[in-house]
C-alpha cells in the first residue's frame, strides 16, 4: 500500500482554521457546556470531516483553553481601550464600567465561558493565566488610582475584587433574566462605580 506523507501546515493555515473553530466552538460551549462538546461536534459544525481538529488541537481541553484565552484578550483589549489616555481615576472607573458592560451584553457567550463554566487548574495554560491577570490588572489600577487621590477607601486590591464581584453579578443576573424584582439593569449598575455619597 502506498502512504502519501499528509502535507505540513502553515502557520497561516493553522492561524486561519484556528480561528474558524474558537468562534464555533465558543458557540457550542456557550450553548451545550464543556460536557457537551466534542473535537467530532465541532468538526460537524465546520463541515469538515471529523479528525480534521485533532490536526489542530491535542484534545478538547486544549481547545476550551484556547476559546477562553482569545476571550479574555478581547475583554482586556476592551478594558486597555477604554482607559487609553485617561488622567482622571473616576472617570478611568467608569469607562471601565462602561467597557466590561458591553463587552458582555455584545459577546454574551464568551463572556459566559470566561466566568463560569468549569475552568482548568491554576497553571495548566500560562497564556489564558496571563490574559485574564491582564484583564483584571486595569480595574486594579484603576482602583489603585482612586485609593491614592482619597476617591476610595480601603486596599486596593480587596477594593478592586469587590467592584468586580459586583458589576459580574450584575451582568449575569441580567444576562440570565433575573433582574426582576423591581430595578431595572441600568439603574443598578449605574451606582456601582460612583462614590457612596453621590449614590445616595
Known sequence: MLWVARAVLTVEELGAFRARAVAAATRLFAERGYRGVTLRSLAKELGVS???????????????????????????????????????????????????????????????????????????????????????????????????????????????HYLWAQLHGLVSLHLAGKLVMGCSFEELVSTVFVKPEAAQ
Request: proline share 6%.
Open 50 to 160: 471529523p479528525m480534521t481538529p485533532y490536526r489542530y488541537f491535542e484534545n478538547k481541553e486544549e481547545l476550551f483553553a484556547m476559546v477562553r484565552t482569545e476571550a479574555f484578550r478581547r475583554f482586556a483589549d476592551a478594558q486597555r481601550d477604554a482607559v487609553a489616555g485617561s488622567e482622571d481615576p473616576e472617570d478611568a472607573l467608569r469607562m471601565l464600567g462602561r467597557a466590561y458592560v458591553s463587552f458582555a451584553l455584545d459577546e454574551p457567550d464568551a463572556y459566559h465561558i470566561m466566568f463560569e463554566l468549569l475552568q482548568a487548574p491554576a497553571g495548566t495554560y500560562p497564556e489564558l493565566e496571563a490574559e485574564q491577570a491582564r484583564a483584571f490588572s486595569y480595574l486594579h489600577e484603576a482602583v489603585q488610582a482612586s485609593v491614592n487621590v482619597g476617591l476610595l477607601e480601603g486596599e486596593s486590591l480587596p477594593r478592586a
